[in-house]
């Protein structure tokens, strides 16, 4: 099994940055995707970046493009997630999420296939 565990959130005001990490332990070796995703109250989560864990390929929301940037530290295990520029439609929880399928690997947008889930760590940005 995969554990993760993010942190990073916190309260800022609209324009400014923040950077939250999601380090994974277990069963890593099993990883091919990780990803982030948001929640906002009311509303379905919705995909924010994902990146895979062997070549590093990454993927973005139009939403977030140019605004954040996703990476990760395969020494270390953790998925990094600066982000700048910050308004208040970007107020949610945001889980980091590990897929260890292929299936994960090809549709890396989808939530769905994805089979461990941080506990999620709020981030509010006020206007």
């Known amino acids: 099994q995969v554990q993760l565990v993010e942190s990073g959130g916190g309260l800022v005001q609209a324009g400014g940055s923040l950077r939250l990490s999601c380090a994974a332990s277990g069963r890593t070796f099993s990883i091919y995707a990780m990803g982030w995703f948001r929640q906002a109250p009311g509303k379905e989560r919705e995909f924010v970046a994902a990146i895979t864990w062997s070549g590093g390929r990454t993927y973005y929301a139009d939403s977030v493009k140019g605004r954040f940037t996703i990476s990760r530290d395969n020494a270390k295990n953790t998925m990094y997630l600066p982000m700048n520029s910050l308004n208040a439609e970007d107020t949610a929880v945001y889980y980091c999420?590990?897929?260890?399928?292929?299936?994960?690997?090809?549709?890396?947008?989808?939530?769905?296939?994805?089979?461990?889930w941080g506990q999620g760590t709020q981030v509010t940005v006020s206007s």
């Open positions: 999420a590990a897929g260890s399928s292929v299936a994960a690997l090809a549709s890396i947008r989808n939530g769905r296939l994805y089979d461990r």
